[in-house]
């Protein structure tokens, strides 16, 4: 070969080989998430919002900080267990059962700064009782955060039954089915956020009744709220209120209940794939003897080793017996059980472990 084809081939090969990287790079780099984005949506960051080289103030690396570590899913299961162990007799609990999901969204109605919440209580997804927009404003003159609220008029579950999100994102703050609410101001307190209610008197609620300050507070792994009374301009007694409601951020798992298959084949059949939320999840099914039964999973507190403990469970719906349950570290990704006649399989919910799952070999 000639030296000058030579070295043309040469810069063609250097050339194709540039090409290819930068591609790879560009498929890793749109296929990547960013910094505090979910897996579900797709959120644009304040620092991509405004002009390059301009500094940030106070108020906006706190609202992005915030919108980074507030999404998600919350539940109070665990305080119930204390409100029981200090019940005195002829006490009624203090408290109800309280899910809350935290969904953040972005039109160009509400901002960067857009958080939707709906709660239930009681157990009972269909029975919504808090379903709101937050607007988040940074407010450079309070060094805070400022929270516009408005309220559905008509509440109605979105999250908790699987309906689409896609209504609730394309709202508008003067939509007919919203109501604006009491605005709040929300700062840093110590390792989270506190907002509080701006105007103690402030009667804006989605029932147009009442004059509260409602209270709320944020961490990386906790949300909790509190709803001040006030009559006449003054605060009620401690006796007369109610006191914060204290509930936990919580991970979804996809488990797989498996049972014995009495045909030729495969040792086990896995009759159900589940997601279940490690703060008091539960799973109803039958099992092939006609038994009800309940599966569960916690993130608790075990009295006798004094830690924290995660927990699977199997009870017996009507002798509300104990059958199975099996422990392992709060922060492990995986967990289950296997006595024989029952096999449970727990991965921390990604779509690989998802897909691990549909794909698991007899007997494996």
Known sequence: MKPVRK??????????????????????????????????????????????????????RELEYLMQIWEGEYDNVEQLDFDKIQLKEGEVAKHDRVHTSVRQFQNSNFGVGAVYIEEYRNDDPTATTRQCI???????????????????????????????????AALKPNAKNLVEGCELLLRRNGNGFLAKTVDKNC????????????????????????????????????ENQVSAY?????????????????????PTVTKYYIDILDQGGSFNF?????????????NTWSFGMHRETFVIYLVDDVTMKTLIYS????????????????RAQ???????????QKELRPGS
């Open 7 to 60: 070295i043309a081939l040469t810069f063609f090969l250097m050339g194709f080989l540039v090409c290819q990287g930068q591609q790879k790079e560009e498929k890793v780099n749109a296929s990547s998430p960013e910094m505090g984005q979910s897996s579900k949506t797709k959120i644009k960051r304040l620092t991509a919002t405004v002009e390059p080289n301009r500094k940030f103030s106070y108020p906006e």
């Open 134 to 168: 937050y607007q988040l404003l940074p407010d450079d003159k309070e060094k805070a955060i400022r929270v516009k609220v408005f309220h559905f008029k008509k509440r109605a579950p979105v999250l908790a039954v699987d309906k689409p999100f896609g209504e609730i």
């Open 203 to 238: 009667n804006n609620r989605a029932d147009g009744t009442g004059s509260i300050d409602y209270q709320f507070s944020i961490t990386e792994n906790t949300f909790r709220f509190q709803e001040i009374k006030y009559r006449s301009g003054q605060r009620l007694a401690d």
């Open 246 to 266: 204290e509930l936990e951020k919580a991970r979804c798992f996809s488990c797989m209940l498996d049972f014995p298959n009495d045909t030729n084949g495969r």
């Open 286 to 298: 039958t099992y092939p003897d006609g038994r009800n039964m309940t599966f569960g999973m916690r």
């Open 327 to 342: 422990w392992g570290n709060p922060g492990a990704d995986r967990i289950g059980f296997n006595p024989g006649w029952i």
């Open 346 to 356: 727990c991965d921390l919910k990604t779509p690989r472990n998802v897909k691990l």
